[in-house]
């Protein structure tokens, strides 16, 4: 942007200028595509701000972005494809997050398409947890929901690890 003050006093106007970085609001989406995704002005990562042309790389990002928007985004559009989660905690769904799988890019924009898949794989160090009542039963936690409500997990195909081991019981 430049900016010109006219001086009716001084024998040349005064000129300045400045640089302004205009966002999008993603009409409250954010944005998720693979690592190695090719097609986006900026490649998928989750330094990007979860656009429709710099989608992070992952789910556990695109719900932390949604967090931090205290509900202004809420909509997370996954792109079709693989996705892997190395976290050491369970990813925390937050209130009316909807993370919603079968994207694909069709002309530059995000369409809907229930026939492709989206996998989520959950490769923990995350948490267990005992069944009530047995010691001897414990259920690897990939998402969770402690006092949230509101929630969608829309086409994903979610799995985790094969557990082995024994309980803390033995």
């Known amino acids: 942007i430049t900016l010109t003050t006219a001086d009716a006093c001084a024998a040349t106007n005064a000129t300045t200028t400045c640089t302004t970085q205009v966002t999008q609001d993603y009409c ?16 998928p990562n ?9 989608p992070v790389a992952s789910i556990r990002q695109a719900v932390t972005l949604a967090a931090s928007a205290l509900g202004a985004r809420n909509h997370i559009r996954v792109l079709s494809g693989n996705y892997t989660d190395f976290g050491a905690t369970p990813i ?10 079968d994207y694909q890019i069709v002309a530059g924009e995000w369409v809907k398409n229930s026939s492709l898949v989206t996998n989520i794989a959950i490769n923990f160090a995350a948490e ?3 069944t009530t009542g047995s010691n001897d039963i414990e259920h690897g936690i990939g998402f969770k929901a402690n006092g949230v409500s ?19 019981s033995g």
């Open 28 to 43: 409250g989406d954010i944005f998720v595509a693979p690592t190695g995704t090719a097609g986006f002005a900026t490649a």
């Open 46 to 54: 989750d330094a990007n701000a979860g656009g429709p042309t710099n």
């Open 92 to 101: 925390s769904l937050v209130n009316n997050v909807t993370i919603d799988g």
């Open 128 to 130: 267990f947890s005992a």
């Open 150 to 168: 509101g929630w969608t997990l829309q086409d994903l195909g979610i799995s985790t690890a094969a557990m082995t081991g024994t309980t803390p």
